[in-house]
């Protein structure tokens, strides 16, 4: 099995360690986390040290790839950034937990983590460093875009679009064909009925655009 690092200790970063455990592709052999103790154990795991000594860290450990374990769209993506600058030649790989449900003809960009109970139905297309959070649904012929996320429960209809770098929150529902425009974020428990433009948060059933948002706006 080769070597990975997890970029981020925090619970979601758990929850993707023990997703690649269990399938068994690769071995965790640490995270990166400037907020932690270098020798933090995490889930059995150490936390080896910060994005800044990622080349040193490749070296000594014979790491093949890496991935990004942190929620929030927008500072996944800053990491990233980083990290493209601090070891280019880096691999950014997938998660797929066991349980997942991937029908044929489904595409998964580099570095996305699809989680327990998830179902993905065929000619979808999951882009890069996207989260599939667990048992959300996700019908045929959908786009997700980079960097995007749906949180537990969501569901989407056929056709269904998300832009890059939104979230669509816990267990809403988008009905098939409908669009929800970038950096947008759709609130828990809302049915999108109506395509969403970009940069607003909605919620509600229907839902409703309630207000702007910047790009960067904490959302979890
Ligand atoms: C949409 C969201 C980001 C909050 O947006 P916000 O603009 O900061 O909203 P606030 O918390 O300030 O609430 C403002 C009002 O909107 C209401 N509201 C907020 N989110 C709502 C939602 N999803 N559905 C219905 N009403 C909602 C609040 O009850 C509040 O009403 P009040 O003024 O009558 O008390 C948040 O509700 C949400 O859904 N977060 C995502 C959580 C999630 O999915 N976590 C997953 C972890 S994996």
Same mark, same amino acid.
């Given at each position: 099995?080769?070597?990975? !690092?997890?970029?981020?200790?925090?619970?979601?970063?758990?929850? /993707?360690?023990? /997703?690649?455990?269990?399938?068994? *592709?690769?071995?965790?052999?640490?995270?990166?986390?400037?907020?932690?103790?270098?020798?933090?154990?995490?889930?059995? &795991?150490?936390? !080896?040290?910060?994005?800044?000594? !990622?080349?040193?860290?490749?070296?000594?450990?014979?790491?093949?790839?890496?991935?990004? @374990?942190? @929620?929030?769209?927008?500072?996944?993506?800053?990491?990233?950034?980083?990290?493209?600058?601090?070891?280019?030649?880096? &691999?950014?790989?997938?998660?797929?937990?066991? #349980?997942?449900?991937?029908?044929?003809?489904?595409?998964?960009?580099? @570095?996305?983590?699809?989680?327990?109970?998830? #179902?993905?139905?065929?000619? #979808?297309?999951?882009?890069?460093?996207? /989260?599939?959070?667990?048992?959300?649904?996700?019908?045929?012929?959908?786009?997700?875009?980079?960097?995007?996320?749906?949180?537990?429960?969501?569901?989407?209809?056929?056709?269904?679009? &998300?832009?890059?770098?939104?979230?669509? #929150? !816990? @267990?809403?529902?988008?009905?098939?064909? *409908?669009? /929800?425009?970038?950096?947008?974020?759709?609130?828990?428990?809302?049915?999108?009925?109506?395509?969403?433009?970009?940069?607003?948060?909605?919620?509600?059933?229907?839902?409703?655009?309630? *207000?702007? *948002?910047?790009?960067?706006?904490?959302?979890?």
């Amino acid at each position: 099995m080769k070597n990975i !690092l997890i970029v981020g200790a925090s619970n979601h970063g758990k929850v /993707i360690a023990d /997703i690649v455990m269990k399938e068994e *592709r690769y071995k965790v052999v640490g995270f990166l986390d400037s907020q932690k103790e270098p020798g933090t154990i995490i889930a059995k &795991v150490p936390v !080896l040290g910060c994005e800044e000594d !990622l080349k040193k860290i490749k070296t000594a450990h014979n790491i093949y790839g890496i991935i990004i @374990g942190i @929620g929030l769209n927008h500072v996944r993506e800053s990491v990233y950034e980083k990290i493209r600058e601090y070891c280019p030649e880096i &691999v950014f790989v997938t998660a797929i937990h066991p #349980s997942a449900s991937i029908a044929s003809e489904v595409y998964i960009g580099e @570095g996305t983590v699809i989680m327990s109970g998830v #179902s993905v139905n065929t000619q #979808s297309s999951i882009g890069r460093f996207c /989260i599939i959070n667990t048992n959300a649904s996700v019908d045929h012929d959908n786009k997700i875009g980079d960097f995007a996320s749906l949180a537990p429960g969501v569901v989407t209809g056929g056709n269904v679009k &998300v832009g890059r770098m939104s979230a669509v #929150s !816990l @267990g809403a529902n988008i009905i098939h064909g *409908r669009s /929800i425009g970038e950096h947008t974020v759709i609130g828990a428990g809302a049915t999108v009925l109506k395509d969403i433009p970009e940069s607003v948060v909605a919620y509600g059933t229907p839902a409703k655009v309630v *207000r702007k *948002r910047e790009y960067n706006e904490p959302y979890l």
